[in-house]
C-alpha cells in the first residue's frame, strides 16, 4: 500500500523568505507524486507533478519539487513567500492498484506574515 | 484547463432527507470519477470511485446504501446522501482523471453538505 507523510501540519513564514514544506512517501512501486493547493473556500488546484520523468519538478507560481528516491521524500519549496501563498498544501501519491484514485497526505497550512 | 464542476456548492438540509450532488467534467469526458470526503482541517478521504455504465466500487467503512453513486454519462455522476444526519455534515469534492491523461486529476469546488 502506498502511503504519504506530511511532516508539518503549520508552517509560518514571513513574505518573502523561502517556504519549505516536507513530504514523505512510501511506496512498492514507482510512485506518481503531486502538490496539490487549496485556498479557502475554492477547489483543489495542481501545483506540479512527478511522474518519473526529471527529478526536479517545477510548478505554477514559482513553486519546485525534488523527487529523492533515496530519501523517499518530495519537498515543497519557493524561494520567496507571497502573502497569496497563504492556503492549505497536500503532498499527494498516486495509487495504482486503486486504477488513478489519489492517497492525500494529512495537510499542510502555509502562514504567511507581512 | 479542464473545469470539473460541482452542484449545488452548498446545501443544509434536515435530518431524514436525501440530498443528491452532481460532479459534472464540463469540457472532457470521464469514464471515472472520484468521490472524497473532508473533514474540517482533515485531508481529502476516498469515499468511491465511480465507473461509467457499471457500479462504484466503495473504499472500506464506506455504507453503499447510503452514499448512492450513479456514473450517468461520460460527463456526469451523482453522489446521494441518503437518510441524512448531522454526521454526514461535510465537504464532499469530485475530481476526474481526463481520458489519456490518467495521471492528472481535475477536481470539482466541493459541496459543503450541513444536516440540521
Known amino acids: 500500500a502506498q502511503s504519504v507523510t506530511q511532516l508539518d501540519s503549520h508552517v509560518s513564514v514571513s513574505e518573502g523568505t523561502p517556504v519549505l514544506l516536507r513530504c514523505n512517501y512510501s511506496?512498492?512501486?514507482?510512485?506518481?507524486l503531486f502538490w496539490y493547493v487549496q485556498h479557502p473556500n475554492k477547489g483543489l488546484q495542481l501545483l506540479l507533478k512527478y511522474t518519473s520523468a526529471a527529478t526536479l519538478v517545477k510548478g505554477i507560481n514559482g513553486f519546485e519539487a525534488e523527487f529523492k528516491k533515496s530519501e523517499t521524500s518530495f519537498h515543497l519549496t519557493k524561494p520567496s513567500a507571497h502573502m497569496s501563498d497563504a492556503a492549505e498544501y497536500f503532498c499527494v501519491v498516486s495509487d495504482p492498484q486503486a486504477g488513478t484514485a489519489l492517497i492525500f497526505g494529512k495537510g499542510t497550512t502555509l502562514s504567511v506574515s507581512s | 484547463g479542464a473545469v470539473v464542476s460541482q452542484h449545488p456548492s452548498r446545501v443544509i438540509c434536515k435530518s431524514g432527507t436525501s440530498v443528491k450532488i452532481e460532479c459534472r467534467s464540463l469540457?472532457?469526458?470521464?469514464?471515472?470519477m472520484f468521490w472524497y470526503r473532508q473533514f474540517p482541517k482533515k485531508s481529502l478521504m476516498l469515499m468511491a470511485t465511480s465507473n461509467e455504465g457499471s457500479k462504484a466500487t466503495y473504499e472500506q467503512g464506506v455504507e453503499k446504501d447510503k452514499f448512492l453513486i450513479n456514473h450517468a454519462s461520460l460527463t456526469l455522476s451523482t453522489l446521494t446522501v441518503t437518510s441524512a444526519h448531522p454526521e454526514d455534515s461535510s465537504f464532499y469534492i469530485c475530481?476526474?482523471?481526463?481520458?489519456?491523461?490518467?495521471?492528472?486529476?481535475?477536481f470539482g469546488p466541493g459541496t459543503r453538505l450541513l444536516v440540521l
Open positions: 469540457d472532457f469526458q470521464a469514464t471515472t
Open positions: 475530481s476526474a482523471p481526463r481520458l489519456g491523461a490518467k495521471e492528472t486529476q481535475y
Open positions: 511506496s512498492s512501486y514507482s510512485p506518481s
